[in-house]
């Protein structure tokens, strides 16, 4: 039993802890392969790596496998062993990322934006929540026509041509669009095709939104 006039000494020292705790197997896992990672690119083995920065081979080995949980000290340690920053440790450790993979010719055909005979959509993948930001459109003329759609919206496009020749307008200014010819524009300016000078016609049109749109 402590003295009543003996002050108590708490430890607060970051401590190595056993990797299954519930919340830390995947950092832990994380860590390992970054570690063993940066250290082969190194060129040090594991008693190599050790002995530079102070900790014994059993120790780095169960960090390698993902056996324990470092301590901030240790993982300072790694870091300036291998001559990186901590951060490059946990590379990898944030939340899982989204990604869309569309095949060719499997995009999903929109309808009602602007489309007529010969105008065809195909939306070439989306994110959901603050990541729809970004709207890919293949869009493919195939019919000349008297009448085209105008378009306008928040944000910026980028017109990419891939086939045929069109004049395109946007605001009171035309643009003669050709195969490998860009076109970044305010989507906030009135903009579409006034001229298909060579059928059939493929672009390419991503339309970034600002962070604030409601799709």
């Known amino acids: 039993m402590s003295s009543p006039n003996r002050p108590v000494h708490h430890d607060t020292a ?8 519930p919340t830390g197997v995947d950092l832990e896992r994380v860590i ?3 570690v063993r990672k940066l250290r082969l690119a190194s060129g040090l ?3 190599d790596m050790a002995a530079k920065i102070g900790i014994s081979k059993a120790m780095l080995s169960k960090i390698e496998n993902a056996q324990t949980s470092c301590s901030l000290s240790t993982l300072a340690r790694l ?14 450790a944030d939340a899982a990322r ?3 993979f569309t095949s060719a010719g499997q995009g999903a055909e929109i309808v009602g934006r602007g489309t007529r005979v010969g105008h065809h959509y195909e939306m070439l993948g989306a994110l959901r929540g603050q990541h729809k ?6 869009v493919t003329l195939t019919n000349a026509s008297e009448v085209f759609p105008l378009f306008q919206h928040p944000g910026t496009e980028l017109l990419y041509m891939l086939e045929g020749e069109m004049v395109y307008g946007h605001g009171e200014s035309e ?3 050709r195969p490998g010819d860009a076109l970044l524009l305010d989507g906030e300016g009135l903009h579409g095709p006034n001229e298909l000078v060579e059928l059939p ?11 604030n749109h409601q799709g």
């Open 98 to 100: 989204d990604a869309v």
């Open 32 to 34: 390992a392969a970054q």
């Open 133 to 138: 930001r970004l709207e890919p459109v293949l």
């Open 79 to 92: 870091a300036a062993g291998l001559d990186v920053p901590v951060t490059s440790l946990f590379r990898g």
């Open 201 to 211: 016609i493929r672009f390419l049109a991503v339309t970034a939104y600002p962070d």
């Open 14 to 21: 970051p401590r190595e802890v056993p990797a299954d705790s």
């Open 45 to 47: 083995s594991v008693g």
């Open 175 to 177: 643009y003669h669009l």
